[in-house]
């Protein structure tokens, strides 16, 4: 594949709630089983081949990435998919039970971490092997009181307006909560936080006018030093973010020349960095869940194959939501596509989403991953489709289920 027909993805952040206060106390299990929900891996398609993850991930060769898993692809003789799995298949775990009781021994640091969060300092975790895991568990175990926004920094591009307008939305939900528990009255409209600029934005993140205690919301940053945020502009925009009083971030790091990316102020002011070395040596299988789209090539089959992959990937309500248009277009393919109106209609009956803001973050995942399309009837409303036969489509169904 030509490494200019590979297109970049527009938005990398995917948003889990937690919001324990708002829902009473039986949502706080419920909150707290929402990451621990995701099939974060594929054991059977996603586990890849640890040269080209250490190629990729750890050495950060100067070639290009695409050339240098092909290279990879071509040594071991890797042409499809399906040859793909069974050499990964092949790969034994070792020292599992020592990785085991490393994990367990970082599972007790959490109380600690969670008290670091609340004396304003922000996480940095660093150490060799796949951090993703535990960071969500931490998230999913200590975090259920807040609100928590996940940023996916190993994909090419990230949309950092739209993390902080997300943000601003979850902290202005939180404040009205705590207002109307506390006083029983609700506080101001605010002005539409889409509309704003981002340093309007910011100012309300670090506003001394919410007088609420302990209100502030969470990021996690997985790989704050990858590809999509290591410029110098994406950096700033983070510490920016960082520096808010009413923000907390838990973020990690892999290369290890990551630290290069900040100057003094950023690290001592802004993001105020609390170390955690945290090493975990687990393979960075969801990091590099889009290599096998790379190494491997073929049809419709492959398709439905990659679609898989990315699906799995997602929240079980993001699946569920997909499924909720692929039953409508199979069920009426003679139409352009499935209305969003009624897509929301749908989905809010069915409890899938909350609000037509959720409903938006899942369509952009699936925008990202070229899962959906969007067309104009002749009605001139906007319709949502997926790229694929009904056969195909079928399949994907089968294997989500």
């Given at each position: 594949m030509d490494v200019d027909e590979i297109e970049e993805e527009e938005f990398g952040f995917s948003r889990n709630?937690?919001?324990?206060?708002?829902?009473?106390?039986?949502?706080?299990?419920?909150?707290?089983?929402?990451?621990?929900?995701?099939?974060?891996?594929?054991?059977?398609?996603?586990?890849?081949?640890?040269?080209?993850?250490?190629?990729?991930?750890?050495?950060?060769?100067?070639?290009?990435?695409?050339?240098?898993?092909?290279?990879?692809?071509?040594?071991?003789?890797?042409?499809?998919?399906?040859?793909?799995?069974?050499?990964?298949?092949?790969?034994?775990?070792?020292?599992?039970?020592?990785?085991?009781e490393l994990i367990s021994s970082y599972k007790s640091l959490y109380s600690k971490w969670l008290f670091v969060l609340r004396s304003g300092f922000a996480l940095l975790m660093y150490g060799f092997g796949s951090k993703k895991a535990l960071i969500e568990d931490f998230a999913s175990k200590s975090l259920t009181e807040y609100s928590v926004v996940v940023v996916n920094g190993y994909l090419q591009s990230i949309n950092l307006k739209q993390v902080v307008i997300t943000l601003a939305e979850l902290l202005w939900d939180q404040v009205k909560l705590r207002q109307k528990t506390t006083s029983g009255s609700l506080c101001k409209s605010q002005q539409p936080f889409n509309t704003r600029s981002m340093s309007d934005l910011l100012t309300f993140l670090d506003s001394p006018d919410l007088e609420v205690e302990e209100c502030f919301v969470c990021i996690l940053v997985h790989n704050i030093d990858g590809p999509g945020l290591r410029d110098s502009d994406s950096q700033q925009c983070l510490a920016s973010i960082a520096a808010c009083s009413h923000v907390r971030m838990v973020a990690s790091i892999d290369h290890v020349n990551a630290p290069l990316l900040w100057d003094k102020k950023m690290v001592h002011t802004q993001f105020d960095w609390y170390w955690c070395h945290v090493p975990t040596f687990a393979p960075y299988k969801v990091e590099s869940m889009f290599f096998p789209f790379i190494l491997a090539h073929g049809g419709s089959a492959q398709s439905v194959k990659t679609a898989s992959i990315v699906l799995q990937s997602l929240t079980p309500n993001a699946q569920n939501v997909f499924k909720v248009l692929a039953e409508h277009q199979l069920a009426h393919p003679d139409e352009e596509g499935m209305p969003i109106n009624n897509l929301y209609s749908t989905c809010r009956e069915r409890f899938l989403v909350s609000s037509q803001v959720t409903l938006n973050s899942h369509l952009t995942e699936f925008k990202d991953h070229e899962l959906i399309k969007t067309k104009r009837n002749s009605d001139g409303q906007d319709c949502l489709c997926i790229p694929l036969t009904n056969e195909a489509l079928q399949k994907l169904i089968a294997e989500i289920v």
């Open positions: 709630y937690f919001l324990a206060k708002e829902l009473g106390s039986s949502s706080r299990k419920k909150s707290a089983r929402k990451l621990s929900e995701i099939d974060l891996v594929d054991e059977e398609v996603c586990v890849l081949i640890p040269i080209i993850v250490q190629l990729y991930i750890q050495l950060e060769l100067i070639a290009p990435t695409v050339r240098i898993l092909h290279s990879c692809a071509v040594v071991f003789g890797i042409g499809d998919l399906s040859e793909l799995r069974e050499v990964a298949a092949s790969i034994e775990p070792k020292h599992e039970k020592e990785v085991n």
